[in-house]
Structures are given as C-alpha cells and as structure tokens.
C-alpha cells in the first residue's frame, strides 16, 4: 500500500464534487467497509506513522443508517474533520462520532482507501454498530502517543479492555469485538487498545462469512 499524498489539485477537486459524484461513490459503499487514511505531510501525522510504523494514520467505520452512508470514528477536534456535526448531538465534538461521508470527504484533504466487505451486513449487525456508538458517544479521543506506542509495541502484560477514551483503531477494533466480527480478549483475542490503523491494512473477519478486499483508493 503506498504512502500517497493528495495533490492541492486533488484537495480542491475532491473539495467540491457535486451530490451526483459524490453518490456514484457512497454506492459503491455497505455496512462492515472499512476506510483508511493517510494523512497530510506535517508533524502530528509523521509522528503518528512513525510511533505506530504505519502508513496509515485514521479508520473509519462505515455504516448504512437511515438510508445515509456515515462514517464512525474517534478523532480529535484538531482534525480536518473539526467542522462536521455528529449525528446524534447535532454539533462538533471530540472523540467518538458518527459523520455523514459526504461531509467527510468533501472537506478531508487527506488520501482515503477502502476495503470493502464481500456482503454486507445483517440488520442485527448494524444495530449493534449503532448501539456501540450511542453507547460510548461520550469518550473523548485518546492523545497519549505512548498509549499508541505501548499498543504498536503489545508489550503491555494485561490484555485487558480499557475504554475510557479511544484511538482510532481502538475504536474500530472494540466496535468488531462488540458486533462479533473479531475476536475479544475474553475468547482468546486481542484486546482493543492492542490494534493500530496497521493492523486493519489485512485485518480480516473471525466470521468467515466476511472478507474484506485489499486497500483501494477512493477517487470520483
């Protein structure tokens, strides 16, 4: 998977793309996609790639619901991202959130790559991804880099959950573990905490009626 960098053109393009191309891509996404990003050329996303040795920097989640496309996540309100409102309180926040994608991609100047699911999800599956959502909607973002050093590096002894703020990865992984998708600490997995954007360049399903596809870039 390459390190790519969005051109200025490509920010400006991508920037102000009508409803119609935006819709010809939102098609192409289901419940149980997985979106990756690689972010700008500055201090904080080199620093992330580098202590997480990652070319990817930011995971979304990504879920049909009310027949919009959003995308779940935990960010910082330092983000690109800053200005799109959550679903459910209706204004920007820190930490856990649920974005309509369009906003997202419209306004990111960030590359973004999708795995896409071989079908999509139960409605029993999406529930529970909304439910996961509603339930830690409140925890901030996670801003300790040692936390995701420690979680590169899996040298913690206590495999155990600890939930009360995420990182993006943190996030996704807890959110499979809760939906049934991954396996949990509590049935021989990993912990959460234990998983950085790298994990999920491969990461595959523990319920084999689920594949995800190799990274693809998603252009217009």
């Not at 590096?153 to 995420?166: P, T």
Request: aromatic share 12%; proline share 3%.
């Amino acid at each position: 998977m390459d390190n790519i960098i969005l051109t200025k053109e490509e920010i400006i393009k991508f920037n102000n793309l009508s409803d119609e191309e935006i819709e010809k891509i939102e098609k192409q996404l289901k419940s149980g996609d997985l979106i990756l990003s690689i972010g700008e050329d500055n201090t904080q996303e080199r620093l992330v790639k580098t202590i997480s040795n990652s070319p990817i920097t930011h995971l979304y989640s990504v879920l049909e619901y009310e027949n919009t496309i959003y995308l779940l996540e935990s960010n910082s309100l330092n983000a690109t991202t800053k200005k799109i409102p959550d679903y459910f309180y209706g204004f920007k926040k820190d930490g856990v959130r649920m974005c309509k994608f369009r906003d997202v991609f419209r306004i990111s100047n960030t590359a973004m790559f999708l795995r896409s699911i071989n079908q999509e999800l139960t409605e029993d599956h999406k529930k529970l991804m909304f439910e996961f959502y509603k339930l830690h909607i409140k925890k901030r973002f996670e801003t300790n880099l040692f936390e995701l050093w420690n979680a590169e590096k899996k040298i913690n002894i206590f495999n155990k959950k600890s939930l009360h703020k995420f990182f993006c990865s943190e996030y996704v992984a807890e959110e499979k573990q809760f939906v049934g998708l991954m396996k949990g600490p509590e049935n021989g997995g990993r912990a959460s905490k234990f998983y950085t954007p790298k994990d999920f360049i491969d990461w595959q399903p523990d319920d084999k009626r689920y594949t995800l596809s190799k990274p693809i870039q998603i252009k217009p």
